[in-house]
């Protein structure tokens, strides 16, 4: 009887798992920020989501936790919005300098090794494809460097179109 009771326990946990379009997903994502990513969901609403990206001439890891809720069940039940935050950190090698108080004096360029460590906030769009196991995803992801070259540094361009192939 204990044995059929945890069955049927374990069956209804998994239903949950169920009712979304996918569970795992691994792709490219392409923008200021380019590059691996993968998505997993928890729950029907919660997944965390890693970024492995290049740019200049370094390596950026980051990490987000995302809620992502339907967009209008009326005109589609496969386009969702999603919103999170994130934690990053990276190792870079070029580093171009501006003044944020000037914005038509031209940057300059140096070519440092130096790394960051930072705090991200994320809110997008994402399709689910019906008939085949894609995503596609724009968003908006802008983060802040509390450690680095200038101490504090602010990213407010950094938008991103993900395409994502679907695991399970």
Sequence with gaps: MKLKIIILILCLNTTGLLA???IQAVGYRGGFTNGITG???VDAETAYEGLVAFRYGGIHFAAYKLKHKAANW???DKLFVFTGFGVHAGFFNNYDTYNFLSPFRATYKRNITYS???LDGVLGLEYRFIKHPFVAAIDFNPFFDLFGPNY???HINNFAISIKYCLQ
Excluded: P
């Design 116 to 118: 960051v460590i930072g």
């Design 152 to 154: 504090f540094n602010m």
């Design 39 to 41: 998505k997993m969901f």
């Design 20 to 22: 979304q379009d996918y």
């Design 74 to 76: 009326k005109y589609s």
